[in-house]
């Protein structure tokens, strides 16, 4: 037996969340693709076997619209050239948003088995399954910029401190991300079990069973993953001043 489904809704949003100027939108795509096979067969007249696959992959792109650069602006860019965000109290916001630029893919497949056995009163069923899950995850935080200010007439100046003479910059916050932007998370999931359906009587049966469910830790898929061992980590007590000496790589894994 085999199914399949598949969906897709494309969608443009002429405002982004948070941005009140016309022109900065967003383009969305949301796709989903289901596929199934199953195959129940009879070995003898009390034996069957049931054998399942399947495959899904789910899709979610967020693309902002962004029309102007920062080079138009005449403004050194951040990461991306695009312009970046820029917010002023009360009054307008444009620009891209912090977080609305990301692409999640999500694979997974599954393939699973079922073996019944009649035994009497009894129905024996063993089987297992196993479900590896291979991701993509890319988002661009605040890699355009973002620059917040509270009043209009420090938009109109955009000094810094020492150029409108106060201990103050016009511009209240100013962000910028960098570093990593794109990972690929994977997990391999499998389980083990075993049942009985014992029917005691016409009117009782009593369901048994056990079963095996192992989550996988996450792996990067292109090995650019660490993380912290404590049993690496020196355990001499730092003085008061603090001191981070002793403190090697050895210890990131």
Same mark, same amino acid.
């Given at each position: #037996?085999?199914?399949?489904?598949?969906?897709?809704?494309?969608?443009?949003? *002429?405002?982004?969340?948070?941005?009140?100027?016309?022109?900065?939108?967003?383009?969305?795509?949301?796709?989903?693709?289901?596929?199934?096979?199953?195959?129940?067969?009879?070995?003898?007249?009390?034996?069957?076997?049931? @054998?399942?696959?399947?495959?899904?992959?789910?899709?979610?792109?967020?693309?902002?619209?962004?029309?102007?650069?920062?080079?138009?602006?005449?403004?050194?860019?951040?990461?991306?050239?695009?312009?970046? $965000? @820029?917010?002023?109290?009360?009054?307008?916001?444009?620009?891209?948003?912090?977080?609305?630029?990301?692409? @999640?893919? =999500?694979?997974?497949?599954?393939? /699973?088995?079922? #073996? $019944?056995?009649?035994?009497?009163?009894? =129905? @024996?069923?063993? +089987?297992? $399954? &196993?479900?590896?899950?291979?991701? #993509?995850?890319?988002?661009?935080?605040?890699?355009?910029?973002?620059?917040?200010?509270?009043?209009?007439?420090?938009?109109?100046? +955009?000094? $810094?401190?020492?150029?409108? +003479?106060?201990?103050?910059?016009?511009?209240? =916050?100013?962000?910028?991300?960098?570093?990593?932007?794109?990972?690929? *998370?994977?997990?391999?999931?499998?389980?083990?079990?075993?049942?009985?359906? &014992?029917?005691?009587?016409?009117?009782?049966?009593?369901?048994?069973?056990?079963?095996?469910?192992?989550?996988? =830790?996450?792996?990067?898929? /292109? +090995?650019?993953?660490?993380?912290?061992?404590?049993?690496?980590?020196?355990?001499?007590i730092p003085p008061a001043g603090g001191t981070l000496?002793?403190?090697?790589?050895?210890?990131?894994?």
């Amino acid at each position: #037996l085999f199914r399949s489904l598949y969906s897709t809704d494309p969608t443009f949003l *002429p405002f982004e969340s948070g941005v009140s100027v016309l022109g900065f939108g967003e383009n969305d795509t949301h796709a989903n693709t289901n596929l199934s096979l199953s195959h129940t067969y009879s070995i003898t007249p009390t034996l069957v076997n049931e @054998i399942r696959a399947g495959y899904q992959k789910n899709l979610d792109i967020q693309l902002p619209v962004t029309p102007i650069t920062s080079a138009q602006l005449g403004m050194a860019p951040a990461v991306l050239p695009d312009m970046a $965000s @820029i917010s002023i109290s009360g009054e307008f916001s444009a620009g891209a948003g912090q977080n609305e630029n990301q692409v @999640i893919r =999500q694979t997974t497949w599954e393939i /699973d088995d079922t #073996l $019944s056995k009649v035994i009497g009163k009894h =129905q @024996i069923k063993v +089987g297992g $399954s &196993f479900n590896p899950t291979r991701m #993509l995850y890319s988002d661009l935080f605040v890699q355009r910029g973002v620059i917040s200010i509270q009043s209009f007439p420090d938009f109109l100046l +955009g000094m $810094s401190g020492a150029q409108n +003479g106060t201990p103050y910059s016009n511009l209240n =916050q100013t962000l910028v991300g960098n570093g990593r932007p794109t990972a690929y *998370p994977n997990f391999n999931n499998f389980a083990l079990f075993g049942q009985d359906d &014992f029917r005691v009587t016409d009117r009782l049966t009593l369901n048994l069973g056990l079963r095996y469910q192992y989550n996988g =830790q996450q792996t990067y898929g /292109d +090995g650019k993953m660490s993380n912290w061992d404590w049993r690496l980590y020196p355990k001499g007590i730092p003085p008061a001043g603090g001191t981070l000496e002793g403190l090697d790589r050895k210890s990131v894994v």
